[in-house]
T-cell receptor
Framework: GAVVSQHPSWVICKSGTSVKIECRSLDFQATTMFWYRQFPKQSLMLMATSNEGSKATYEQGVEKDKFLINHASLTLSTLTVTSAHPEDSSFYIC?????????????FGDGTRLSIL | AQTVTQSQPEMSVQEAETVTLSCTYDTSESNYYLFWYKQPPSRQMILVIRQEAYKQQNATENRFSVNFQKAAKSFSLKISDSQLGDTAMYFCASLGKTGTASKLTFGTGTRLQVTL
C-alpha cells in the first residue's frame, strides 16, 4: 500500500497561464501532504505543508499567492501555479503522510514536469 | 533546525559489488527518524530504508542496510550485491518527531552508477 498519484506528469503552457497539479493518495488517508520543487541535479526543496481542512504552511521565500495549495480531503491536495512564468518551470513533487506524528514516512508521487514557454 | 550532508556527489560500483554511501546529519530533536530515498531516472522518490533514532539496531531491507552511528551523527547506506537497477540518485533525509512540525530535510544527494 501507500500509493500516491500525481497528475499531470508533464505540462507545457504559455506564460501567464495558471496550472493545477493534483496529488492523490490512492490507498490510504493522508492527513498531511507536502509539496516540493526540484531543480535539475539538485535536491528537493520543501515549498509547503498542507493538512486536511486547514490552510497550508509555506516555507520561507515561497509566495503564497503564486503557489496556491488546497487540501480539501484526506486523499487530495492540489497545487495551483498562478500566472506562471518561465522562471516557474521546474519539477514539482508531492508526498503524502498518514499522520502528523513523527516517524511516518512520506510517500511520493511521480512528479510533474512544468515547462512555461 | 536540521541539516543533512552528503559528501559524495557521485559514486560508481560494479555489478554484484558492495558500495557504501555516506551521510551525516545534525538535529536538535531528542527523537528523530532517518531515511534513505532513491530517485531513479524516472524521478519517482522511492523509500529505501528507515531508521528510528532511539533504536540501536541498524535497519536492514534485503540488500540495503544502514550503519547508524548516533554519537557521530552518521547514517551511511550499504548496498550489497549491486544491481543495474540500483542506478539512481540517493537522498539521505532526516525527520524530526515533533507533531505537525514534522518535516523532511534532504541532503544534496549522491548519484550512484552501477556498471557491468
Amino acid at each position: 500500500g501507500a500509493v500516491v498519484s500525481q497528475h499531470p506528469s508533464w505540462v507545457i503552457c504559455k506564460s501567464g497561464t495558471s496550472v493545477k497539479i493534483e496529488c492523490r493518495s490512492l490507498d490510504f488517508q493522508a492527513t498531511t501532504m507536502f509539496w516540493y520543487r526540484q531543480f535539475p541535479k539538485q535536491s528537493l526543496m520543501l515549498m509547503a505543508t498542507s493538512n486536511e481542512g486547514s490552510k497550508a504552511t509555506y516555507e520561507q521565500g515561497v509566495e503564497k499567492d503564486k503557489f496556491l495549495i488546497n487540501h480539501a480531503s484526506l486523499t487530495l491536495s492540489t497545487l495551483t501555479v498562478t500566472s506562471a512564468h518561465p522562471e516557474d518551470s521546474s519539477f514539482y513533487i508531492c508526498s503524502a503522510s498518514r499522520g502528523t506524528g513523527g516517524g511516518q514516512p512520506q510517500h511520493f508521487g511521480d512528479g510533474t514536469r512544468l515547462s512555461i514557454l | 533546525a536540521q541539516t543533512v550532508t552528503q559528501s559524495q556527489p557521485e559514486m560508481s560500483v560494479q555489478e554484484a559489488e558492495t558500495v557504501t554511501l555516506s551521510c551525516t546529519y545534525d538535529t536538535s530533536e531528542s527523537n528523530y527518524y532517518l531515511f534513505w530515498y532513491k530517485q531513479p531516472p524516472s524521478r519517482q522518490m522511492i523509500l529505501v530504508i528507515r531508521q528510528e533514532a532511539y533504536k540501536q539496531q541498524n535497519a536492514t531491507e534485503n540488500r540495503f542496510s544502514v550503519n547508524f552511528q548516533k554519537a557521530a551523527k552518521s547514517f551511511s547506506l550499504k548496498i550489497s550485491d549491486s544491481q543495474l537497477g540500483d542506478t539512481a540518485m540517493y537522498f539521505c533525509a532526516s525527520l524530526g518527531k515533533t507533531g505537525t512540525a514534522s518535516k523532511l530535510t534532504f541532503g544534496t544527494g549522491t548519484r550512484l552508477q552501477v556498471t557491468l
